[in-house]
């Protein structure tokens, strides 16, 4: 029997064993929607932690829900490893790690360079390994198809089947999540294609769109977030000249979009988080380079965004001014921490930057967040104040909204506050503006 023909039996008998390398916001969301479709899933991470939280059935992903992931544990369909070795038994792999950027602002892939050749020391045939960590185009063929064959001894498209499925996670989002966002599948090989869209529409509900090979489905994710982050920094540069001209630019944006074709809204603030939209950019602007060219746009936009950490102090400076007060030893309250509202991930969160910003001026900061009691940044960790009550907000000289949760109590800080500068319009319902500043 074909390999093509062994893993589609195996597929609509529910017989396929998947193996999810990397257990973190990507990888955990996917293996349970692969454990609750019926298959045998075995998560695998280098952090003996979470292997041991999900191995107990306790769910530290915001976006998988508790009962789900202590049902299929008990039910043995889902089971976390530290060994490697699991792999030979699995009949689809999928890589889920992270794909960060160096001190240089350049791809770091050692993580899924080393996995790959972690793989490749136990791939077995008729498998299919499917990338889902953002990256390069280029990067499923020119890196991991080679070290997957060197390592294995076995060949692409003949004995096992290699695809790229970009993630598409979204934290906090109610409406769409892991199961029901349409997929994008390139891989190496008209069968392949079709047998590893196969395996993700036994397991989803969202459409899949399947594309011509894994450079494709590369770009294609890279274009996503670059598409936000360019239109980012376009309503930030806006944000930024408003301000001089003394107009709302929040404002202008609820008039834009009332405009039913031709406009999305997108919003100002003090920078980019998360872990796609402010890296993606730039694997785009490194790669484009072995080609001699120049991403003019994406690069002016990435400048913007990137110095909005900056802007946003220069303007907290000011407004402290008209209290004939300095950046230099004023209290300032930093409140959330989250890269976006009602979740708990801080990941290249721009407040993170706003803060160490504030710290080369000699401001003294604290930070409150309902879902963030710590964090670390740059090897340091921070711990947040556990709450905020009238007397603590007044006792700051400026209170800087960074994130928009909707757990905060906005009425009562606009009463109580010196000074609010509110980066994210997230105090728009409150009536009381005279001590209110917007980005």
């Not at 979470?50 to 829900?65: A, E, F, P, S, T």
């Not at 997929?183 to 529409?201: H, L, P, Q, T």
């Not at 072995?290 to 102090?313: A, K, L, Q």
């Not at 800087?400 to 800080?413: E, K, L, Q, R």
Request: proline share 4%; charged share 25%.
């Amino acid at each position: 029997m074909s390999i093509k023909d062994t893993l589609i039996k195996k597929i609509d008998e529910k017989s396929i064993v998947v193996a999810v390398v990397g257990l973190g916001y990507v990888g955990l969301p996917l293996a349970v929607e692969k454990a609750k479709a019926g298959f045998k899933t075995i998560g695998f991470d280098v952090q003996a932690e979470k292997v041991r939280l999900v191995n107990q059935g306790h769910n530290y992903i915001g976006d998988v829900v508790d009962s789900d992931l202590k049902e299929i544990v008990e039910a043995g369909t889902l089971s976390a490893t530290t060994d490697f070795s699991f792999v030979k038994d699995a009949d689809f792999i999928a890589i889920c790690v992270p794909t960060p950027l160096d001190d240089h602002q350049q791809p770091d892939i050692s993580y899924v360079r080393d996995s790959t050749i972690a793989i490749s020391k136990y791939l077995s045939k008729n498998t299919m390994v499917v990338l889902e960590s953002t990256t390069y185009p280029g990067t499923t063929e020119e890196l991991i198809k080679p070290l997957l064959e060197d390592g294995s001894g076995l060949k692409c498209g003949e004995d096992f089947y290699l695809g790229f499925s970009p993630e598409r996670v979204d934290p906090g989002n109610l409406i769409y999540k892991t199961k029901n966002t349409p997929k994008v599948v390139g891989a190496i090989g008209e069968d392949a294609v079709e047998v590893i869209s196969r395996m993700y529409r036994a397991v989803l509900e969202g459409d899949v769109k399947e594309v011509s090979s894994p450079a494709v489905a590369e770009m294609e994710k890279i274009l996503e977030n670059t598409y936000r982050n360019i239109n980012i920094g376009l309503v930030n540069e806006i944000a930024i000249l408003c301000n001089r001209m003394g107009i709302n630019v929040w404002e202008v944006i609820d008039a834009a979009k009332t405009k039913p074709y031709g406009f999305q809204a997108f919003y100002p603030g003090p920078g980019l988080g998360g872990h796609c939209i402010p890296l993606d950019p730039y694997y785009l602007s490194w790669k484009a380079r072995e080609y001699g060219f120049h991403t003019s746009m994406i690069e002016s936009s990435m400048m913007i965004n990137d110095r909005m950490p900056e802007y946003c102090v220069d303007r907290a400076g000011k407004i402290l001014n008209r209290f004939k007060k300095a950046l230099n030893g004023s209290k300032i309250l930093i409140l959330g921490v989250a890269y976006k509202q009602d979740i708990d991930d801080y990941r290249e969160s721009p407040a993170l930057r706003v803060i160490e910003e504030f710290d080369k001026t000699g401001a003294q900061i604290d930070y409150f967040d309902p879902f963030i009691p710590e964090y670390k940044y740059k090897g340091a960790k921070h711990k947040g104040i556990a709450a905020i009550d009238a007397k603590t907000i007044a006792s700051y000289d400026l209170v800087v909204v960074t994130a928009a949760h909707t757990n905060v109590d906005y009425d009562m800080v606009a009463e109580h506050a010196v000074a609010v500068f509110d980066t994210k319009n997230a105090m728009k319902n409150v009536k009381n503006r005279a001590k209110i500043e917007l980005l």
